[in-house]
């Protein structure tokens, strides 16, 4: 086949926020990506979307589907700018459509679906003005995150509150640096898990990953914050999660944990793949974060191929099931 592959270029710009591009692709993922669909026997056209000649490309160069990873502009609903494109010049793609990729990018309107489908996610408020009444169902601790962002983008440990007085300084904060409301949502002690969803005829539920934080605590860091992910596994900042993949989990939980990713990748109508973040409180009741319709695939340092791995995949199994899923289901074959 020939396989076009779009994507967003992580690049470096000290005039933007640290954080700035951290959701966007490196150039190892991306040649790691383009080797991989190469060892299969597809030709691949790599396909910056910032270039001017993106569009021109995608219309004249008669591409069988396009491999997505592109995390979009500045948007509000900036990961289905791409789909949206592909979708008005009929091009098949991979991975999820306009629709779930804009629901997916709004936390706020993810765990209101998650509510109606009685899927267990931590109770939040939205904040649009940061002046607005706390709820007084809610519970401290709670964690203040930009409500349209990924990659844990301006979230840090400072993000967690313990008072009124925090929660609106933080609130106020994330509103003038993001442009955007805030989410403040109660802080669920326990287990950070994640789960990876592929879907290629048949349903694959991967082996679920733990972060197990407990080895961080030079850093004071107890959870998935901006610097964890971003600077993973640097021993001086103390940033060193342990991974235990499958995890340490009884079989019965497990199977719990599993069955709440599933119907979350269901409830927001996710294709292909999804990578669901998850919460096993100390009570046992798994939580459910966010969901990423685009999770990273970086092959060394990203979560989703290390689930992969933990089945049994490859790297190459990885982007050819992810591949053969999006192309047989758009021509009705799934």
Known sequence: MKVALTYSPKKIDDTKAPDYFSECDS??????????LEARGHSVLP????????????????IDIVFNIAEGGTSRFRESEV????DSLNIPYTGSNTFSLAVAMNKALTKKILISQHIPTAPFQIFIKGDEDLNPGLKFPLI???????SAKGIA?????????????????????????????????????????LENAKTIILPVLEIDFSSCA?????FYSWRMKEYQGDRELGLTPAFHCPARLDKHIEGQVKEVALRT?????CFDISRIDIRLSRENIPYVLEINPLPG???????????????????????EIILLSGYNRQRGVN
Request: hydrophobic content about 40%; aromatic content about 10%; charged content about 25%.
């Open 47 to 62: 396909l910056e979307i910032e270039s001017l000649s993106f569009l021109s490309s995608l219309r004249s160069s008669k």
């Open 83 to 86: 789909p949206a494109v592909l």
């Open 157 to 197: 440990l400072s993000n967690v509150v313990y008072t009124k007085e925090s929660l609106y300084a933080k609130v106020n904060q994330v509103i003038w640096e993001y442009r955007q409301e805030a989410l403040a949502e109660e802080f669920i002690e326990g287990k950070e898990l994640t789960v990876g969803i």
């Open 297 to 319: 695939l970086d092959p060394h340092a990203s979560n989703f191929p290390l689930m992969a791995y933990s089945a049994g995949m490859k790297y190459e199994d990885l982007i």
């Open 144 to 150: 203040i995150k930009p409500n349209r962002e990924g």
């Open 27 to 36: 150039p190892e993922t991306v040649s790691a990506i383009i080797a991989a």
């Open 218 to 222: 030079k850093s004071g860091e107890y």
């Open 265 to 269: 990748h269901h409830a927001v109508g």
